[in-house]
């Protein structure tokens, strides 16, 4: 049965439209049939992000004012055939489609695809009123900090009033050096903090703004983000994945040496 994913977050900037690109070929990769739906009228990223911004010619709102229809606006990944985009308009706002639009664009999606990602605009505006009534199931995106946790709890407010239940709980940029050093909340502190279940964490990775700059998903690349987003994908079709530990690294013998020539000198102070 096709499922309806919103992934969301309470503040901008923390990841959310690159988790909804890498979530959508991770899937595709694993012979589920899926598509990305850019939903942030007026600021469309997705298509960057997944490498295919030259393909775009109709957007959602071509689809919601029926100058179109779906099967145009949808552009098929080259790389992964059983990906897709529906990609936001550049121009224009969130005022120009309401929420019986998304209903029927959802709905004809469902019967295309498995599973439809629908990638929220930031925070909890017009625009995600809009998508709730057609969401299934949601997906909230923060980084470990008290800001991006605060806003978030607003985000989970509003997900129940709608009746939507609480969302699966995915940290982004997480650096594990720090959260080693008590600098950084672990991801397993944010969902405790959240109350929510915790799907995943994706460590801070440079691999991600550089394959952004590339214009192209870092999900073509072996790297640790890469393997992060595949660990989420496979609990989110339900398998069982441990998460990773966060362990000190070991120091080598010369790091050892000056580190106890260190501990000699301060006693000598003393």
Known sequence: MSQTWMIISGKGGVGKSMMTSALGVALADRDMSCCCVDMDIGLRNLDMLLGM?????YD???????????????????????????????????????SDDM??????????????LLDAPAGIGRGVENLLPCVDHAILVVTPDDVAIRDAERVISLLEQAGKGRPLLVVNRVIPEMVISGEMY?????????????????????AVLSAINRHESF???????????????????????PMPAFEAPRRGLLSRLLHRRKGRQASLDL
């Open 53 to 57: 911004h030259n393909k775009v010619v």
């Open 186 to 206: 672990s991801p397993q502190t944010v969902a405790a903090t959240l109350d929510v279940p915790l799907l995943g964490f994706v460590p801070d990775d440079r």
């Open 60 to 98: 959602v709102l071509d689809v919601a004012h029926k100058d179109c229809k779906l099967k145009y606006a949808l552009i098929s990944h080259a790389a992964h055939p059983n990906l897709s985009l529906l990609p936001a308009s550049q121009l224009g706002g969130v005022s120009q489609m309401d």
């Open 219 to 241: 999900m073509e690349q072996d790297c640790p983000a890469h393997d992060a987003v595949n660990r989420i994908a496979q609990r989110f079709l339900g398998e069982f994945v």
């Open 103 to 116: 209903a029927r664009i959802v709905k004809k999606l469902k019967k295309r695809v498995g599973y439809v």
